[in-house]
T-cell receptor, first 115, second 116 residues
Framework: KAGVTQTPRYLIKTRGQQVTLSCSPISGHRSVSWYQQTPGQGLQFLFEYFSETQRNKGNFPGRFSGRQFSNSRSEMNVSTLELGDSALYLC??????????????FGEGSRLTVL | AQSVAQPEDQVNVAEGNPLTVKCTYSVSGNPYLFWYVQYPNRGLQFLLKYITGDNLVKGSYGFEAEFNKSQTSFHLKKPSALVSDSALYFCAVRDPLSGGYQKVTFGIGTKLQVIP
């Protein structure tokens, strides 16, 4: 079974631009979440989606948004990029029937560099 | 609110020696606890979890962890370290009462260095 796939793996943007990252969960997984990883802050929860609905949101500004499609694929968007948005963005999927007791399956991440 | 603390930024251990990576947590109810490992330029991989039951949990690659409710700790252990265990280790907690299924709080991570 294929794992969680994230694209692109690496990208470079300049301040003020916007970026869209994509995540395809493991087949059959309907819950998808996004995390931002930086050396100083560790992993910070961005948002969680299930059945195309946002179920939880972390403490990030409105420039960060996401969505989930009917096939469970998810995208996140960051608008008006700032230098501090440089990070590894990780997507994770899981089986919702485990009701939070199941482990998360992570993709390899999208490394965003903002110049 | 839920939180996790990993008090050590880095742990150094000689190959063949036992290793411990420390984790303490704070949740309002009974926690779901997890350990993940991250190798350079890779995503996180699940190692083990505690949901309920036996306090000693065994996981992948010979790792185990002990849930201690009175000390609110969930330390990761391995009897004999390998050089290949060198990586970044994350402890994570989820409060089942927090809503949603994937809102997990991660520790800052502990870098494990196994010295040959």
């Amino acid at each position: 079974k294929a794992g969680v796939t994230q694209t692109p793996r690496y990208l470079i943007k300049t301040r003020g631009q916007q970026v869209t990252l994509s995540c395809s969960p493991i087949s059959g997984h309907r819950s998808v979440s996004w995390y931002q990883q930086t050396p100083g802050q560790g992993l910070q929860f961005l948002f969680e989606y299930f059945s195309e609905t946002q179920r939880n949101k972390g403490n990030f500004p409105g420039r960060f948004s996401g969505r989930q499609f009917s096939n469970s694929r998810s995208e996140m968007n960051v608008s008006t990029l700032e230098l501090g948005d440089s990070a590894l963005y990780l997507c994770a999927s899981s089986q919702p029937r485990d009701r939070g007791a199941g482990e998360l399956f992570f993709g390899e991440g999208s490394r965003l560099t903002v110049l | 609110a839920q939180s996790v603390a990993q008090p050590e930024d880095q742990v150094n251990v000689a190959e063949g020696n036992p290793l411990t990576v420390k984790c303490t947590y704070s949740v309002s109810g009974n926690p779901y606890l997890f350990w993940y490992v991250q190798y350079p330029n890779r995503g996180l991989q699940f190692l083990l979890k505690y949901i309920t039951g036996d306090n000693l949990v065994k996981g992948s690659y010979g790792f185990e962890a002990e849930f201690n409710k009175s000390q609110t700790s969930f330390h990761l252990k391995k009897p004999s370290a390998l050089v290949s265990d060198s990586a970044l280790y994350f402890c994570a907690v989820r409060d089942p009462l927090s809503g949603g299924y994937q809102k997990v709080t991660f520790g800052i991570g502990t870098k494990l260095q196994v010295i040959p």
